[in-house]
């Protein structure tokens, strides 16, 4: 696990946005797994930023989102749907076609999710994997105790994550209590990982993630044992680390890799 601490958000932002752009100029018909949340904005905001320069091209590139609210019509303005629509889709040139988020909204949930995990073979796998993680080490909705090879599949939310995201809801009552969320297994297969964390709140997890035990209790910390998984924070999201000068070190000596 490679350990990038950033003096800000926006240079995290930047330097995530910058590993997304390599993967996409070694290949262009890339699979991305995208992440909504309020962490991932910035990123999002450099990759349009390099689209309208003319400098990154999506019209090749196939999409997975990893997780949607059960309930919420994709109408909804706090729909992942709505979410990625505003914050990236409007913005790129992916062919919508190409585009693919949970249904909150299917009768079906357990043939929508085997789909779902279906299409994501028939294109190939995940080829770069954006995460945020919460406040309780998740990754996607997968709560403290998911199992870690877990599947695409309807998920109940922690009672800390309602918390943590009625902040985007007029009141408590109005957040999902239901998702349907990529498993760890899912996303344990997807070639590289980029997971992003900011702000004081995450320190914790992000410590128990990156230097605690491997636990379902902290599904963030299967990513140790993923062969390329990168994390990205900001100062304060790394104020609990324990190996923070090494990680620091680290980047500082890192040899620049050739660049074509
Ligand atoms: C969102 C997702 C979640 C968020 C996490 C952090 O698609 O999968 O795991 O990444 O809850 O959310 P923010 O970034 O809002 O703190």
């Known amino acids: 696990m490679e350990v990038i601490i950033c003096k800000t958000d926006d240079e995290m932002s930047r330097a995530a946005a910058e590993a997304v752009a390599d993967v996409l100029n070694a290949k262009p018909n890339a699979v991305l797994g995208m992440a909504t949340g309020s962490t991932p904005l910035g990123l999002y905001q450099q990759l349009v930023r390099m689209h309208k320069a003319g400098q990154l091209d999506f019209s090749q590139v196939t999409t997975f989102n990893l997780d949607e609210y059960v309930g919420l019509p994709v109408t909804h303005e706090q729909s992942y749907h709505r979410f990625m629509h505003e914050n990236f889709f409007r913005h790129v040139n992916i062919p919508p076609q190409n585009v693919h988020i949970p249904s909150g909204t299917t009768r079906n949930y357990r043939a929508f999710c085997d789909w779902y995990e279906q299409r994501i073979r028939e294109c190939g796998g995940i080829d770069v994997q954006i995460l945020g993680i919460g406040s309780d080490g998740h990754i996607a909705f997968?709560?403290?105790?998911?199992?870690?090879?877990?599947?695409?599949?309807?998920?109940?939310?922690?009672?800390?994550?309602?918390?943590?995201?009625?902040?985007?809801?007029?009141?408590?009552?109005?957040?999902?209590i239901y998702a349907i969320t990529m498993g760890v297994g899912t996303i344990m297969e997807a070639r590289k990982i980029l997971l992003l964390?900011?702000?004081?709140?995450?320190?914790?997890?992000?410590?128990?993630?990156?230097?605690?035990?491997?636990?379902?209790?902290?599904?963030?910390?299967?990513?140790?044992?993923?062969?390329?998984a990168t994390v990205y924070i900001d100062h304060e999201a790394a104020g609990k680390?324990?190996?923070?000068?090494?990680?620091?070190?680290?980047?500082?000596?890192?040899?620049?890799?050739?660049?074509v």
């Open 142 to 176: 997968n709560e403290p105790a998911s199992s870690l090879s877990s599947r695409t599949r309807l998920k109940t939310l922690a009672k800390s994550t309602i918390d943590d995201n009625a902040r985007f809801f007029k009141s408590r009552d109005e957040v999902p």
């Open 197 to 228: 964390a900011n702000g004081k709140k995450k320190a914790d997890a992000v410590a128990q993630a990156v230097e605690g035990p491997v636990t379902s209790m902290i599904t963030a910390s299967a990513l140790q044992m993923h062969p390329d």
């Open 241 to 259: 680390l324990k190996m923070r000068e090494y990680y620091d070190w680290v980047k500082e000596k890192k040899p620049e890799a050739p660049r």
